[in-house]
Each structure stands twice: as C-alpha cells, then as structure tokens.
C-alpha cells in the first residue's frame, strides 16, 4: 500500500512538499512531486499538513483514537494516579512516559504501535485510556525523536528550513537558533518509549505528563512549594516541541517538574485543547507533589466554594 496519495488534479506544482519533508522522501518527476524514496517516509504528515491545496493525503495517517484498554499496573501508581485526578479534578487520566533502553521487556498489556505516530499523539491516545509501546521506527516526528535521545535531527530542521518553512520563525537564521535551544536527551538514550495511563505501568515511569487547565497547573506549582515555601518556579518552554522537550526531555535531565504551554504541533497532532496545557513531573517528585496537594487541599476547597457561591449569586 502507497504511504501517501498524490492528487495530480489538485496539485499546483509549488514543489513546498519536496522542501518540506524532513526526510527528503518526496522528489519532482515529471513536474509533480512522487514518493521516491518511500522507505524514508515516516508518514510524520508535515507535507499533507504543508500543502497548500491539499493534494496530499496518507493513507494511514497516525491515530488519535483508539479503543480504550484496561492494564492493571502496580498498585501505589493506581492510587497516585487516582488522587492526582481526584485532588486537581482532573478530565484525562495523568500519562506515564519511559525511555526504553536496549534490551528492556515491554510490560505485558502495552499494545506495540504499528502505525507511526507523534510523541504528542502517543500521550493524547495514553491519556484516553491506551498502553502503548512506541518503537523507534514508528516515532514519526523528527525532532521529537531527536528530544527523546531516539535519533539525530536531520539537517534540514537543524538548519531552520523546516520550522521557517511552517511560519514559525522570522527567517532561517532564527529557526536555527530556536532548534539549538532545544533541550535534548542524549543520542542512544532509547529505542522507543512506552507510554500509557499511570495507573497501567507496572513500575514508576521515567515521567508523569498531566493534561490540564492552567488552574490546575496552578496547584501543582503550589503543591512544590507547599513544604518549603521555596524555590519559586522556573518554567522552560518555548512554544516549540511542547511534549517531546519540554514535558519529557527536561523533567528526565533535570529531576524538576516544568510546565508547558503547548506548541503547534501538539495543538494540531495531538489534540491539545485550546484551554489546556502540559505538566511534567519526574519520577523522583511524584509523591512531593501528591503530598503537597493533599496539604493544599482545604485551601483548593475553599476557593472552589467561593468560586460556586459566587457563580450562584450573580
């Protein structure tokens, strides 16, 4: 089966999907763009996003829905993830993420992804009930893979040409530097990632990923301080690689917990709301910011009944 569908009638020959794709897949022939090298195509769906008249299409475009599962993991996750939806009132279920190193056994009950998918779309489809091992070949996205310690970025997101091309930068020169910034796992860091619902992982993930309304962010940020009253929060975001770098990348190399405001392509691929954003709490911080919500919890009490009591009164 053809990865992508080409519709001659609808293409104006502007060439933007051959500049476009990551991984130089696509190449004009006969004044159209054809997949040439189909063994490179990740079917990421940059060029079906890119194309201006819609010409493309995939043919197995990653999924965002799947049916949910139920994989009983280790008790205690079972209960944080439970409190932490409890506490902070949460819509989606909080998402474990681990890096899966050469040799490791894939948990029974985690479904291997055979469709490629975004780091982005693996969390939305986990935070709807899905246990998922996501093995280096179906990570579709480049730089997250390039986050993630999966694999290299590829020169011409390196370079700025990709991120320029989507808008998101003044010129090349600037997306360049954007990419730079980039927090990055080291190369070889994994082979894949297993990313499920908390409550399904059978031993602590390497990261818990929250999707949640700002209010809720709020108290995770109050609940780090709860205990000590300090240090204020420093949050590292830029808008850019939101679930791959910021909630994933960082929280592992650094042992802190960050908060994201998402990014275009997590508000497009991954089904971030436009009310919603990401939290990224580590390993080692999961009881400390459970621990800090319980303390907080006559405060959030309060405030929920004052906000109720105002509602009723106007």
């Not at 763009?33 to 819609?54: N, S, W």
């Not at 997250?144 to 694999?151: F, R, S, T, Y």
Request: hydrophobic residues 40%; contains cysteine.
């Amino acid at each position: 089966m053809e990865k992508l569908i080409i519709s001659k009638g609808l293409c104006t020959k502007c060439k933007k999907c051959v500049n476009i794709c990551p991984n130089n897949a696509l190449e004009m022939v006969d004044g159209f763009p054809m997949l040439v090298h189909p063994e490179a195509c990740t079917q990421c769906g940059i060029c079906e996003d890119q194309c201006p008249p819609k010409a493309i299409k995939l043919t197995n475009a990653p999924a965002v829905e799947v049916l949910k599962q139920k994989v009983q993991g280790d008790d205690l996750l079972v209960k944080a993830s439970e409190e932490l939806i409890s506490l902070l009132g949460m819509e989606k279920a909080p998402v474990g993420v681990t890096l899966v190193k050469p040799g490791q056994k894939i948990p029974e009950g985690f479904s291997l992804y055979n469709s490629p998918t975004r780091h982005c779309v693996s969390i939305h489809v986990a935070s709807l009930g899905a246990a998922l091992y996501v093995p280096a070949e179906q990570h579709a996205c480049a730089a997250a893979k390039a986050a993630l310690g999966i694999a290299e970025l590829p020169e011409k997101v390196r370079s700025g040409k990709i991120p320029y091309m989507h808008g998101l930068a003044s010129s090349e020169e600037a997306a360049a530097r954007i990419m730079a910034e980039v927090p990055r796992l080291p190369l070889g860091s994994a082979i894949g990632t297993l990313v499920a619902p908390l409550s399904s992982f059978p031993f602590p993930p390497d990261v818990v990923i929250l999707v949640t309304r700002p209010k809720q962010a709020m108290w995770v940020a109050n609940a780090l301080l709860y205990e000590r009253g300090s240090p204020r929060i420093t949050a590292n975001f830029a808008g850019m690689q939101a679930s791959c770098a910021d909630v994933t990348a960082i929280p592992i190399k650094t042992g802190e917990v960050n908060f994201s405001l998402g990014c275009y392509g997590c508000r497009s691929g991954g089904k971030l709301e436009d009310d919603e954003m990401y939290v990224g709490i580590p390993r080692g911080k999961l009881t400390e910011v459970i621990d800090g919500l319980k303390g907080l919890r006559r405060a959030m009490g309060k405030l929920e009944n004052t906000v109720q009591l105002r509602d009723k009164e106007n």
